[in-house]
T-cell receptor
């Protein structure tokens, strides 16, 4: 199993550009989430999904879109990049088991810089 | 709503010292509790977890006990190593919820 994979590892964008961060998992997990982590360490939830075709907003959804057309893939789209979106982005997946998300499995992260 | 509070860092210890990182939570019902660790340049990974009151999670010499009466899940290790230097996150997941709630993280530095 590859677990959770993210591409790219690093990206530099100019203000106003758009791009998609890719996330895939091969563990057949229902739950997938996107977080951003800024200096000071905390994680903030951007969007999450509880299954194919179902997505919802987290704490900081503005400027980002997601879709979940398959169980495996959960891409994050930046619509018009801003310097405030400079951050490290983590994708995570987990089983639900009817009790809420179980252990989260994290990808290695994408380090994004917006100039 | 549900929340997690953990002690602020950074925590700096000498090798072989004892470690305690405090974590308390607010939640209805019976959440599952987790400790995750993040090494430099990597994503978070599960360190240990407990799913019901009085359960003790343990891994790599770290332990934490689910205390419902004090709503706590403190992380402990009897003798830390330089390789334990990392950021530690306490987290909870609740029945009927769709999100994992993370604490702010505590950075640990261990000096040789």
């Amino acid at each position: 199993n590859a677990g959770v994979t993210q591409t790219p590892k690093f990206q530099v964008l100019k203000t106003g550009q758009s791009m998609t961060l890719q996330c895939a998992q091969d563990m057949n997990h229902e739950y997938m989430s996107w977080y951003r982590q800024d200096p000071g360490m905390g994680l903030r939830l951007i969007h999450y999904s509880v299954g194919a075709g179902i997505t919802d907003q987290g704490e900081v959804p503005n400027g980002y879109n997601v879709s979940r057309s398959t169980t495996e893939d959960f891409p994050l789209r930046l619509l018009s990049a801003a310097p405030s979106q400079t951050s490290v982005y983590f994708c995570a997946s987990s089983y639900g088991q009817g009790r809420g998300p179980d252990t989260q499995y994290f990808g290695p992260g994408t380090r994004l810089t917006v100039l | 709503g549900d929340s997690v509070t953990q002690m602020e860092g950074p925590v700096t210890l000498s090798e072989e010292a004892c470690l305690t990182i405090n974590c308390t939570y607010t939640a209805t019902g019976y959440p599952s509790l987790f400790w995750y660790v993040q090494y430099p340049g990597e994503g978070l990974q599960l360190l240990l977890k407990a799913t019901k009151a009085d359960d003790k999670g343990s891994n790599k010499g770290f332990e934490a006990t689910y205390r419902k009466e004090t709503t706590s899940f403190h992380l402990e290790k009897g003798s830390v190593q330089v390789s334990d230097s990392a950021v530690y996150f306490c987290a909870l997941s609740n029945t009927g919820g769709f999100k994992t709630i993370f604490g702010a993280g505590t950075r640990l530095f261990v000096k040789a």
